[in-house]
């Protein structure tokens, strides 16, 4: 009996652990898995007040991005291509959402390519004077959920001026 009251605690003490990603007033936009098991999470608020960023592990919030306010909404850029007709065509469908934090550009990216029938997500990470890539956090395409797309036609993302692609 003290086996199982002792693998109880330990188990509901683990998810108690856990941290929230998304809280009660928010919606997800994106979440996925990295191929390291940390989580990334693009959530705004229910009545668009926000959008925020989060990355980390299970246990801990590394990166949340940026303050909850209206303004919010002006820190991320979204670009795109897209080239239909398949394979023949060498058919791409290429979605990014940007934002510089502290000297440093995050780029959550959805790629699809027709030549191969790949899609990769992730987040660059990129110097932004330069837009060398610092690292490539690439995620788990199976966990991805949510669209890119959708910002396409969102009144409060602004769209990337140059059209910035980061592949």
Do not use: C, H
């Not at 009545?47 to 299970?58: F, M």
């Not at 979204?78 to 440093?104: H, I």
């Amino acid at each position: 009996m003290k086996k199982l009251y002792y693998a109880l605690f330990f188990f509901t003490q683990a998810i108690i652990a856990q941290v929230n990603y998304l809280l009660p007033n928010e919606e997800m936009l994106i979440s996925f898995e990295t191929v390291k098991g940390k989580k990334v999470m693009l959530a705004k608020d229910k009545n668009d007040k926000y959008i925020i960023y989060r990355y980390g592990t299970k246990d801990k919030i590394e990166l949340e991005y940026p303050e909850k306010n209206k303004e919010s909404w002006k820190k991320f850029k979204y670009s795109s291509y897209m080239r239909g007709n398949g394979t023949a065509n060498e058919g791409m469908d290429l979605n990014y959402l940007a934002f510089v934090n502290k000297g440093v550009k995050y780029v959550i990216y959805y790629t699809y390519t027709a030549r191969n029938s790949s899609t990769e997500v992730g987040v660059k990470i990129l110097n932004p004077k330069t837009d060398a890539v610092i690292a490539n956090v690439k995620g788990r395409e199976k966990t991805w959920k949510g669209n890119l797309i959708d910002f396409r036609d969102n009144k409060f993302i602004g769209v990337d001026e140059d059209n910035m692609l980061y592949d």
